[in-house]
Structures are given as structure tokens and as C-alpha cells.
């Protein structure tokens, strides 16, 4: 645990105030000092709660035994191209707690490619750990609880509060320690090339998931639950208010969900007011929004066009493993499957997810013939994973071909 005394506040021992960084001379200065240090510890605080188009807020480092706070809404994209050049150089580790999220804001706002990662969450989860967000692995390991309620503010104001600044330097700061408790951890119960093969996967999961073409609200709205029990009238409203409320979310800069909650737009298309005098505050609709945006709900109201069923598109509303699963015989393979999975899970003491993700399984169950003729290498079970699965998933594959 930290030496020092306990800040009766929160626990966390006393630290000295972490490093503030907005010029470029300070960048520079502190790209220099990380040249000669083998481990970053990073994270990232957007403001996806708070704005239209999310952006990174504030990037956390850690190396050596200093802390800093780098402000990208100051320096801007050009400067901070600079740190490109720790974060992919493949002799130094760079350690994130669940880097997924992360390694994707980078890539989409600054373009960072990243090598030789360390996931702190990943390999708590390889070890079976079932509590493995950071506050309560820094509780378990150091005795620091993070106060959570920082988690979601407004990352983009300034200046920070002391209490953003505590919370935000916490996310990096014990990092460079975890990874030694976690790698000895994972020897000794060899599963450290486990957790080797899964941080090599993760920049190429961080390109695949920021190349994706982002939805507009006209292919978004057709995730509104409950689409196909309606009338087509009901369907048109739905798709107008939807349409609506993003023009207002980009307008203002506030993400659309608090405009209006997806349950009023649905409430609004079935239970539609007259005329603007008619409508009136109910759930998710307060008498300042009706003020505001109230004409503009009986505008879209008006326009709507009914959507017929035959309309519909066949994946709307439907999780991409619903769509991908219309044939029954594949749905009930890929619940073998699982089931197969979650044996193995349970005798390896790890989550089903971890074992082996649903996207195998999926990808098993749609390609029978393919696989069983590949078996003896398929590169679908890669590492650790084939000497584990292989054998019994081909046996289920024969047995259902």
C-alpha cells in the first residue's frame, strides 16, 4: 500500500498534486523525460455525456514516479501529434485499465496507433477476477477507493475541480504496480501467454471499431423498441420525432438522450397531442421543454408518413446476432455452443466471454462445413484457445453437420 498518511477523506494516501500540461515546451519537456522509461500507464476522460460529438477531454499518463494531466483542448491535435511516437514504440509498455474504449478515442480524435499494451481489466478477467473495474481493484490491491461520482462529469469545462483532478490522476497512477501484482499472478498460474496473445488484439480491435460508418438518425431510429407493434402511422410519427430530436442534440451540442428520452418519442408517436395547445408536460417532457420544443413536436407529428410492415427492414430492431441467426438450425447450434463454452468457462474459473467471445461462436455455427474441414488449423481458435476448445467443438460440429 502507499506509505504515507491517509487523507481522512477518501482514504487515498497523500500524493503530491499531479503535473498539469497545456503548452507545447511542457509537452515537449515531458515526451523527453518518457524516452527513458520503459512503462506509460494511460487513460483518457471524454465527454460523451455532455456533448453531440464526443471528444477527449483529458489524456492521464504515469511513468516513472510522476503523474501528469494533458489538456488536448488546449494544445490541439497538431501538438499532440507529438506523443504518437511514445505510443507506438514497441519497447515501451502501455498500460490502460479496459483499453478498448480508450484505444478508440485516441485512434478517432488524434490517429495514435498503439503497440505492446498491457490491460490491466483483461488480464484481472484472465486471472477470473469477477469485481474488475478499477475502483475496486485499487481498493483490493492499495486500499484507494476513487470517488465514482466523477466518473461522468463534464470533462470538457475548465477549469477542473481539485476533486476531478484526484479522481483522474488515480486512473493512471497505481497502473505501473498492478501490472506486477497481475503478470506474477498470471505466471503462476501460466496463463501470462494467455493474456499476451489477448493485449496483441487489442489496437487491431481500436481500428476495426473507429473505421465502422457511425449510423445517422435515420438508420438509427430503427432501433426504437417496439417498431413492429405498431400501426404504420405510429412507425412515421417515430421516425420524424426521431429525426427531429437529433437536429435539436446537434443544435444545442447535447447528446440526444437528454433531449428527449427514447420512451417519450415512442409515448408522443402513440399518444399524439392535437395541436400545440394541447400538449402538456408528461414523462420526459417538462412544461420548459413544451416552451422550447413544443411546435416542433407537432411539426414532426404532421409530417409523418405511415410505414407499412412490408417496409420494414428484416434486421430492424434486431441485435446483429439476431440477424445474422434467421436460420434456426444455426441459432440452435450457436446455444450448443454457448452451452459448450460455458462449461469450460465454469472448470476454467473465467467468465463464457472471455473463454471465447460470441463472435467465434456466431462465426462456428454460420460455417459448419468450412470449419470441420479446417480443423485441424483453424485459425478461428487461435493460441491458447485451440488446445482448450478445438477438439470438442469439432465434435459438435460433426455431430450437428
Not at 25 to 33: F, G, K, R
Not at 126 to 134: D, E, S
Not at 238 to 249: G, N, P, Q, T
Request: some cysteine; hydrophobic content about 40%; aromatic content about 8%.
Amino acid at each position: 500500500m502507499e506509505s504515507g498518511h491517509k487523507d481522512k477523506k477518501n482514504g487515498v494516501s497523500s500524493l503530491p498534486p499531479p503535473e498539469w500540461i497545456e503548452t507545447s515546451e511542457e509537452l515537449d519537456a515531458w515526451i523527453d523525460y518518457c524516452s527513458s522509461q520503459t512503462i506509460l500507464a494511460v487513460d483518457t476522460e471524454s465527454d460523451s455525456f455532455h456533448h453531440y460529438t464526443q471528444k477527449v477531454c483529458l489524456i492521464q499518463m504515469t511513468a516513472g514516479n510522476r503523474d501528469v494531466l494533458i489538456d488536448p483542448l488546449v494544445l490541439g491535435k497538431n501538438n499532440l501529434k507529438r506523443l504518437g511516437g511514445l505510443f507506438k514504440d514497441n519497447e515501451k509498455v502501455k498500460i490502460f485499465h479496459d483499453a478498448g474504449y480508450d484505444l478508440l478515442c485516441l485512434k478517432r480524435d488524434f490517429a495514435f496507433n498503439f503497440r505492446n499494451i498491457f490491460d490491466t481489466m483483461l488480464a484481472s478477467r484472465i486471472l477470473g477476477v469477477k469485481q474488475f473495474g478499477l475502483a475496486h481493484v485499487l481498493n483490493t490491491h492499495f486500499g484507494v477507493k476513487p470517488d465514482k461520482r466523477y466518473q461522468r462529469s463534464d470533462w470538457s469545462k475548465r477549469p477542473l475541480s481539485a476533486e476531478q483532478v484526484s479522481y483522474a490522476r488515480l486512473d493512471t497512477h497505481y497502473l505501473p504496480r498492478l501490472v506486477d501484482i497481475l503478470q506474477k499472478q498470471l505466471e503462476l498460474v501460466e496463463r501470462w501467454d494467455w493474456a499476451l496473445e489477448e493485449f496483441e488484439r487489442l489496437p487491431k480491435v481500436a481500428i476495426k471499431n473507429v473505421s465502422a460508418t457511425p449510423e445517422n438518425a435515420l438508420q438509427a431510429f430503427w432501433r426504437l423498441k417496439g417498431l413492429r407493434r405498431m400501426t404504420p402511422i405510429e412507425r412515421g410519427r417515430c421516425k420524424e420525432l426521431y429525426v427531429m430530436r437529433d437536429k435539436i442534440a446537434r443544435k444545442f451540442d447535447r447528446p440526444a438522450f437528454k433531449v428527449f428520452p427514447d420512451a417519450l418519442l415512442v409515448d408522443l408517436a402513440q399518444n399524439p397531442p392535437a395541436d400545440f395547445a394541447a400538449v402538456q408536460p408528461r414523462r420526459g417532457l417538462r412544461r420548459a421543454g413544451i416552451e422550447m420544443f413544443g411546435k416542433k413536436i407537432i411539426s414532426a407529428l404532421e409530417q409523418a408518413e405511415p410505414i407499412r410492415s412490408a417496409d420494414i427492414p428484416k434486421d430492424a430492431g434486431k441485435s446483429r446476432r439476431r440477424r445474422r441467426f434467421l436460420d434456426p438450425k444455426a441459432r440452435h447450434l450457436y446455444e450448443n455452443l454457448r452451452q459448450l463454452r460455458s462449461n469450460k468457462a465454469e472448470v476454467l474459473g473465467i467468465e463464457p466471454e472471455v473463454a471465447l467471445s460470441n463472435a467465434v461462436l456466431e462465426e462456428l455455427a454460420l460455417s459448419v462445413p468450412k470449419r470441420l474441414s479446417e480443423s485441424a488449423s483453424w485459425p478461428i481458435l487461435k493460441g491458447w484457445r485451440k488446445n482448450i476448445f478445438a477438439k470438442d467443438i469439432s465434435v459438435l460440429l460433426s455431430s450437428k453437420a
